[in-house]
């Protein structure tokens, strides 16, 4: 299965979760590591633009596509997620839902309803899973962000 993942060119290659873990994330306390993408550029693309700034927008991006197992995901729905989750300051709410899932390893990924479109999804994948080892880079290209996205 191929999934998705926006980031600067210096950053494509990296496979260790180390940003979100320096950083957190929607869905990760900081010293959590974690890879975010999504199931399809379009919403990878999105999911970047929501996070950034105008101003912060770097110009050395890409489009990372990674190769993962069709398997070794758990599949979250609407449903099954902490009330409050899809709000703009849910940090704590969704960290505190994600953070244990990320730490007990069972599962490669979580696949979760993105807050933009509930019905696309995107994955948490845990370097700390010993199926990481299956996970790969498929292709790197280089991106530019249309800044009329941002106006």
Not at 10 to 29: E, V
Not at 33 to 42: F, G, L, P, V
Request: charged share 25%.
């Amino acid at each position: 299965m191929h999934i998705y993942r926006v980031t600067r060119m210096k950053h494509a290659r990296t496979l260790d979760g180390a940003g979100s873990r320096i950083n957190g994330g929607r869905w990760n306390h900081v010293a959590t590591a974690c890879i975010y993408a999504s199931m399809s550029r379009a919403l990878a693309v999105l999911e970047f633009a929501v996070n950034v700034s105008i101003d912060e927008i770097p110009q050395d991006l890409a489009i990372v596509t990674f190769d993962i197992p069709d398997n070794g995901h758990k599949i979250f729905t609407v449903d099954q997620l902490p009330h409050g989750w899809n709000s703009a300051d849910a940090f704590e709410i969704t960290r505190n839902f994600g953070t244990p899932f990320l730490e007990k390893a069972e599962h490669l990924m979580m696949r979760m309803p993105s807050v933009i479109i509930p019905e696309e999804y995107n994955l948490l994948i845990n370097p700390a899973h010993p199926d990481m080892k299956k996970v790969t880079i498929d292709n790197i290209t280089r991106f530019s962000f249309d800044a009329r996205l941002k106006k």
